[in-house]
């Protein structure tokens, strides 16, 4: 099976043929197939994937995203560039910039800003990063550092799109959704499929739902967003007066119902919606346990540097090692506060701190728990920054920027692919999104090309149309 699933046009032509009475003759004939297809999908649960088995074996189980929205600068974070401080309020170069795209500073003065903070070698493989990570540092020699990344959208809701989606066109599934349609969920008790946010240290910028979203996959595949603080979904808890059993009772009926519609239909947005109610009762009793942390460690709490609920990063990145234990198959953790269009040297320190023991935190307790091993930890933004000055910040960039990744598959301790001098080209072993959807896919036993879903007469893939390479020079 390569994956591709034509689901709703199998689903229009039984209806048609069923509600012009011609379905006792041709379902039982030309579609009896189709057929065993449309009953296996209205038994079938959310946790259900469609590549079984998958294309190879798997390196991994499961993925966890840790998203620093609103743009990382790269130069005051992982990519250290001597000429750049050398250069420090000079003009830039007009042979980089001049034709290409330019987000804010577009038809202004552009002067070189020098990286704002010292970075230092780390770990026995001597990795470069910025002394605003004191505690990633530490754990440099478990990191793949990729310095050549390059995306397509210079502003951030596109370019999160795009780095999510493969495209910048809405309403396509998110990479985490693709996941999920191809593999399913190893548990049975939460979705396979979770978002958390945070923020704090630069400007908010607002992620919208469609981050997360199915698109046109069937909507058991899209992300649930739980809540940072209070209560982690709306209405988890039991109206007053109202039982365990009493609950029960309501969700079977409302099923039952659900049921002899579908049975009409066999629609598989009324299997999805009866799979959530399901999955809703199921929750009431897996929610309350996974956020209560009173059988955590103080010494774990300690590592996190968090109190739990409070809302935090740190919070969340203790919550991510919890539904990882729990199966979740895709977890993404978003930090709203990257976005540093001024005051850059204040802005990156404030918002590291905010991720930096979190961050490091989720990465060594998943070693110790033996997690790390299935798991591909992410980290990165939409796009880097400018070498350019806007004013006392950067701006948006998309030619060259960072991000990491570590975990099960993945070589540790090195640094891969580099940008020019001012850190403003990607120039050696260039890493577009596609090639990091490539490689997610790969690492997870799914090849990408083979890997499709039919929607309006075509065959779509997370990767596009468009060549991506798996970068097997990163991988063990």
Not at 72 to 98: C, I, N, R, V, W
Not at 132 to 141: I, N, S
Not at 314 to 331: D, T
Not at 346 to 375: E, N, W
Request: charged share 20%; with cysteine.
């Amino acid at each position: 099976m390569n994956g591709t699933f034509d689901q709703p046009e199998v689903t229009a032509r039984r209806t048609f043929l069923k509600r012009t009475g011609l379905g006792s003759i041709a379902l039982a004939s030309l579609l009896n197939r189709q057929q065993l297809i449309l009953a296996d999908e209205a038994h079938e649960s959310a946790s259900s994937g469609t590549l079984i088995p998958a294309h190879f074996p798997a390196r991994i189980k499961r993925v966890i995203h840790l998203c620093m929205a609103g743009g990382p600068s790269h130069l005051e974070t992982f990519d250290y560039k001597p000429e750049l401080a050398k250069q420090d309020g000079e003009e830039m170069p007009s042979l980089l910039t001049e034709g290409q795209p330019i987000a804010q500073l577009q038809g202004k003065q552009l002067k070189v800003l020098g990286p704002q903070h010292p970075f230092r070698r780390c770990g026995d493989s001597g990795l470069e990063i910025s002394s605003v990570f004191p505690h990633l540092g530490e754990c440099a020699d478990n990191i793949c550092l990729i310095k050549s990344m390059y995306t397509e959208q210079i502003n951030h809701d596109p370019a999160h799109t795009f780095f999510n989606t493969g495209t910048a066109i809405s309403g396509r599934p998110s990479m985490g959704s693709w996941v999920l349609y191809g593999l399913g969920a190893e548990t049975q008790d939460l979705p396979g499929f979770i978002v958390l946010t945070s923020e704090g240290g630069g400007q908010s910028q607002p992620i919208s739902s469609r981050q997360w979203h199915s698109g046109f996959l069937p909507s058991r595949f899209q992300g649930v967003q739980m809540h940072s603080s209070g209560n982690p979904v709306h209405y988890v808890s039991n109206p007053g007066g109202i039982g365990r059993e009493q609950q029960a009772e309501i969700v079977n009926a409302i099923n039952d119902i659900n049921g002899l519609r579908n049975r009409e239909l066999a629609d598989p947005e009324i299997t999805a919606k009866i799979a959530a109610y399901e999955m809703a009762f199921r929750m009431q009793a897996s929610v309350p346990e996974l956020t209560d942390i009173s059988n955590e460690p103080r010494h774990i709490i300690d590592m996190y540097g968090c109190t739990p609920g409070d809302g935090s990063f740190a919070s969340n990145c203790l919550l991510a090692r919890r539904l990882a234990e729990r199966g979740v198959r895709f977890i993404q953790l978003y930090h709203r506060g990257w976005d540093h269009h001024g005051g850059v040297k204040s802005g990156v320190a404030t918002t590291a701190k905010l991720v930096d023991q979190g961050t490091a935190a989720l990465l060594s307790d998943l070693q110790q728990r033996g997690l790390l091993d299935d798991t591909l930890l992410v980290w990165g933004g939409e796009f880097g920054r400018t070498p350019m000055a806007q004013g006392t910040g950067r701006d948006h960039h998309i030619k060259g920027y960072s991000m990491w990744m570590a975990g099960g598959g993945v070589r540790s301790g090195i640094s891969y692919g580099a940008t020019d001098d001012f850190g403003y080209n990607a120039v050696e072993n260039r890493v577009h999104v596609r090639d990091f959807h490539a490689t997610l896919l790969h690492l997870l036993g799914i090849d990408a090309d083979r890997f499709s879903y039919k929607f309006q007469g075509l065959d779509f893939r997370l990767t596009g149309v468009e060549e991506a390479h798996v970068l097997h020079d990163i991988l063990i």
